[in-house]
């Protein structure tokens, strides 16, 4: 994409969630916690005191809204559907994507499950952690491989307004933008071909 205004804003997008990981790296510094083969290890003492804090799973149940407990299965009953996203994801990432051209996405760098090693979480607690890390990550997961395969097929920005549209979607076509559209199709079906136009248009 030409340095146009859209793509200064882009580009300034970009440098703020550089800036958030680099805000979640200090953050780490500070609670005194290091990386060692994907495994988070705390300083023996932060963790023994991180266990005074943890909130008994029995005093947890008794404190929990009533109406907590009773959504609970409808929550966890989503697990179902989620599996099944999770499995066809992957079959689909594997099938398709060699043949559209598209680089493999790394699941594992979308699902990460690692909030229940926490010593001030009860056990309850840490399977919700579970869960939603799963849950979430794999969203994420197949929002990815979602926005990659648009990029593809559908590079059209809608006309109405999209709440928290995925990154790629400011680069796509103006709705509209008939003759950019079509200079694309003809770009990937006979690439000289369009060489050749560009070069009598100008």
């Not at 008994?56 to 989503?78: E, S």
Request: charged residues 25%; contains cysteine.
């Amino acid at each position: 994409m030409p340095n146009t205004p859209l793509q200064h804003l882009i580009d300034q997008f970009t440098q703020i969630k550089q800036k958030l990981e680099l805000d979640a790296k200090q953050k780490r510094m500070q609670f005194d916690y290091q990386f060692h083969k994907n495994k988070v290890i705390f300083e023996k003492t932060l963790h023994r005191a991180h266990k005074q804090l943890k909130t008994g799973a029995l005093r947890y149940l008794v404190g929990a809204n009533p109406l907590y407990i009773l959504t609970a299965p409808f929550i966890y009953a989503m697990i179902v559907p989620l599996i099944l996203l999770d499995i066809f994801a992957f079959l689909y990432q594997r099938i398709c994507f060699p043949i559209y051209k598209i680089e493999r996405v790394r699941r594992s760098d979308y699902l990460v499950i690692d909030r229940h090693k926490l010593g001030y979480l009860n056990i309850f607690e840490k399977i919700n952690c579970v869960y939603c890390g799963y849950a979430n990550g794999l969203l994420s997961y197949v929002a990815e491989l979602a926005s990659l395969t648009e990029r593809i097929w559908c590079p059209i920005k809608h006309a109405s307004k999209v709440e928290n549209p995925h990154d790629r979607y400011w680069s796509f076509f103006d709705y509209g933008d008939a003759e950019g559209y079509v200079c694309r199709l003809d770009s990937k079906k006979n690439p000289h071909q369009s060489d050749a136009r560009s070069k009598n248009t100008k």
